[in-house]
């Protein structure tokens, strides 16, 4: 079946721009997520939808960065006014409610902030 | 002190071998411990989930000490597919399910 899309796979945007990255999770997924891997950086946790709860924003380095989930489907990762530690490869993952941390990623969006 | 730390490796292995990697956790509220493996530019991938009795999923046996924190992953007979980098991965507790994942450690098995 059909795994967890992202668009674009790869990114390249000037100081200073904002930019949008689409997560499309695995059809019937209630739980998305949004990781991203820094160059030589593990995994870093960025927001976590579940459902119709509010999301746990918890991991956002700062407010430049924001998440929405629209109808409980397709996410959106919003980065304004991007500087250049933005750089990386930014992953979206899903899972089915019972099985939460059996999380399945996308290939990720590769920004690179120039 | 990071959450999750490995050894990064690399570990160069001949086919065949025998391989283990370790990793520590620093959350002792953590109650969830995962192993995926991520290839070069690719996406991450579950391997397995550890668990407190210790559990094997064919060549592939996985350990969990958590009086010690302190998760384990061993190799027997290395593929040449098996080259990857593994990761060692731990629930943030109070975060739903998101995860924290180690940097990895880099396996690389030679003919």
């Known amino acids: 079946g059909a795994g967890v899309s992202q668009s674009p796979s790869n990114k390249v945007t000037e100081k200073g721009k904002d930019v949008e990255l689409r997560c499309d999770p695995i059809s019937g997924h209630t739980a998305l997520y949004w990781y991203r891997q820094s160059l030589g950086q593990g995994l870093e946790f960025l927001i976590y939808f579940q459902g119709n709860s509010a999301p746990d924003k918890s991991g956002l380095p700062s407010d430049r960065f924001s998440a929405e989930r629209t109808g409980g489907s397709v996410s959106t990762l919003t980065i304004q006014r991007t500087q250049q530690e933005d750089s990386a490869v930014y992953l979206c993952a899903s899972s089915g409610s019972d099985r939460g941390f059996e999380q399945y990623f996308g290939p990720g969006t590769r920004l690179t902030v120039t | 002190r990071k959450e999750v730390e490995q050894d990064p490796g690399p570990f160069n292995v001949p086919e065949g071998a025998t391989v283990a990697f370790n990793c520590t956790y620093s959350n002792s509220a953590s109650q969830s411990f995962f192993w995926y493996r991520q290839d070069c530019r690719k996406e991450p991938k579950l391997l397995m989930s550890v668990y407190s009795s210790g559990n094997e999923d064919g060549r592939f046996t996985a350990q969990l000490n958590r009086a010690s924190q302190y998760i384990s992953l061993l190799i027997r007979d290395s593929k040449l597919s098996d080259s990857a980098t593994y990761l060692c991965?731990?629930?943030?507790?109070?975060?739903?399910?998101?995860?924290?994942f180690g940097k990895g450690t880099s396996l690389l098995v030679t003919p």
């Open positions: 991965v731990v629930n943030a507790p109070n975060s739903g399910y998101a995860l924290n």
